[in-house]
Every structure is written in structure tokens, then in C-alpha cells.
């Protein structure tokens, strides 16, 4: 079974710099299939992510991702004030499909 | 504008059932696999289960698997989740969420709904 472990559990940073989170998998993700997701408190998780490096619809250009096998990275190049959240990752490559991450907390330092 | 409207949580006691609904609108419904995920209070995403466009194939979590039921009304724009037997680990806010495909293949999310919450107490 696949587990993914998020590091670190928090990131405290200002406005202005640059983030870097990251998700480690048990065993290699079949065919990069990780996606990554932002939730704001109270609010749904929104899909950032998905193919490893693929941003997804109306997604600002700041948030990249890379990686292959079992490590990958999700970076925010700036941080705005609206990118303070919680971001999961997510694999669905290997069973069992659609296993989360446990979150990185973005928070203002 | 894609819209995912849950319904059907509460205050549920530990072995009885609740049956949860999600209408879909803003795109071809019957287009796309379906899926539900959950999250407890204050804790991470779990997936729970999902199905395919025409219900051909369909898959559950290890945690729900044999008390909880997925279906979808391609007619009526909606998603379903009976859930049985529910325990209170099953307590949690519990998401609607579009798959970006047909199938089952790729298990991501690219809209969601609000969540409706299920809670299991006596």
C-alpha cells in the first residue's frame, strides 16, 4: 500500500518569498499521476496540480510542480496573502487510488 | 459554472444509515466518473468511493468498503451514497467531486462541492 508522507507538517513564511513543500511516496507513483490541492479554511479543496507538473485551470503561473517516482514538490514562487492554506498531495497511480497526503499548513510568519 | 450541491447529512446514531445526494449542473454529468471524499473534523482527505459514467465500474475505500454504496441518476444529475452500518469514525465532512475523465482510471478532482457533514453519535 502506497503511503504519502508531506514535509514539513508546517511552513511559516511571509509575504513575498518562496515556498517549497513536499511529498514523499512509500513506493514509486505510477506514470507521475500526483496531483496537488490548496484548501482554505472552510472552504473545498481546489485541484492546483495534477500530472506532477501540470497546473490546472485558472491556476496562477506562481505555483509549479515537478518531480517523478516518489519525490515531488509542489513550489510557490511568491507567496500572495491569498496562498496561506493547507495543500495536500495526491497520488492516483497505484492502489489504492486517490491516497492523500496528510497537508502541509502555509502559514504567515 | 460547474456546481456540486450536497445534501442529506446529520446527526446519525452509531448502526444506522443515512443516504447522502449530490446534484451536479455546469457540465455534461453523464460525461464524467463521480466520486465522494471525506474529511473529519480538523483532520486530512480521505476518498471514499467512486463511479464511473455508466456505473460500470465502481470502487470503495478498504474503510467503507461492504457498509456504503455509490450510485449516480444520469437523468437526474446526481450522485448518491447510502451508507450503512455507520460507525463513528465515519464522521466527517463528506465532498462531492467531479473525476476528470469517464472512467475510473485517474482518481483526481477537478471541482468539488461545499461538503455536507455526517456526524455518528448517540
Known amino acids: 500500500e502506497i503511503v504519502l508522507t508531506q514535509s514539513p507538517g508546517t511552513l511559516s513564511l511571509s509575504p513575498g518569498e518562496r515556498a517549497t513543500l513536499s511529498c514523499r511516496a512509500s513506493q514509486s507513483v505510477s506514470s507521475s499521476y500526483l496531483a496537488w490541492y490548496q484548501q482554505k479554511p472552510g472552504q473545498a479543496p481546489r485541484l492546483l496540480i495534477y500530472?506532477?507538473?501540470s497546473r490546472a485551470t485558472g491556476i496562477p503561473d506562481r505555483f509549479s510542480g515537478s518531480g517523478s517516482g516518489t519525490d515531488f514538490t509542489l513550489t510557490i514562487s511568491r507567496l500572495e496573502p491569498e496562498d496561506f492554506a493547507v495543500y495536500y498531495c495526491?497520488?492516483?497511480?497505484?492502489?489504492?487510488?486517490?491516497?492523500f497526503g496528510q497537508g502541509t499548513k502555509v502559514e504567515i510568519k | 459554472e460547474v456546481q456540486l450541491v450536497e445534501s442529506g447529512g446529520g446527526l446519525v446514531q452509531p448502526g444506522r444509515s443515512l443516504r447522502l445526494s449530490c446534484a451536479a449542473s455546469g457540465f455534461t454529468f453523464d460525461d464524467y466518473a463521480m466520486h465522494w471524499v471525506r474529511q473529519a473534523p480538523g483532520k486530512g482527505l480521505e476518498w471514499v468511493s467512486g463511479?464511473?459514467?455508466?456505473?460500470?465500474?465502481?470502487g470503495y475505500a478498504d474503510s467503507v468498503k461492504g457498509r456504503f454504496t455509490i450510485s449516480r441518476d444520469n437523468a437526474k444529475n446526481s450522485l448518491y451514497l447510502q451508507m450503512n452500518s455507520l460507525r463513528a469514525e465515519d464522521t466527517a465532512l463528506y465532498y462531492c467531486?467531479?473525476?476528470?475523465?469517464?472512467?475510473?482510471?485517474?482518481?483526481?478532482?477537478?471541482?468539488w462541492g461545499q461538503g455536507t457533514l455526517v456526524t455518528v453519535s448517540s
Open positions: 463511479i464511473s459514467w455508466n456505473s460500470g465500474s465502481i
Open positions: 500530472g506532477a507538473s
Open positions: 495526491q497520488q492516483y497511480g497505484s492502489s489504492p487510488r486517490g491516497t
Open positions: 467531486a467531479k473525476g476528470v475523465g469517464s472512467s475510473l482510471v485517474l482518481y483526481y478532482f477537478d471541482y
